[in-house]
């Protein structure tokens, strides 16, 4: 079993692949800082030379939106093909699911759910 930083719910964890444009060696280094700062981040691996930028963050305290603003903080952007435009669609849904799934309280005893 992997360890996680302080505040990682596995459970709610997700990890999200970007491709970046508009990377130089000030703002990769003022990106990857910002974002590992973050609470409920578990991990941060930017590749200026690749263009790419892989994060581990706990989906139900923050979301990909977030971590692009911070991107675009910084003067860099994620790419914009067609690709890069579905995958993110995809990790939008699959943070708000995660969300979603966090503020769930279940029922039990197959009791029928309150109304």
Not at 71 to 88: M, N, P, Y
């Amino acid at each position: 079993m992997s360890e996680h930083r302080l505040g990682i719910n596995p459970g709610f964890l997700t990890k999200h692949t970007f491709g970046l444009s508009g990377l130089n060696e000030s703002n990769t280094q003022a990106i990857a800082v910002e974002l590992d700062e973050l609470p409920c981040v578990d991990g941060v691996w930017l590749n200026r030379k690749k263009e790419s930028l892989k994060i581990a963050y706990d989906a139900s305290h923050h979301n990909v939106d977030e971590m692009i603003a911070i991107i675009e903080k910084h003067g860099a952007k994620v790419k914009d093909s067609w690709w890069s435009r579905t995958k993110l669609g995809w990790q939008r849904q699959t943070d708000e699911n995660i969300k979603d799934n966090a503020k769930h309280e279940a029922h039990c005893c197959n009791k029928m759910p309150p109304h």
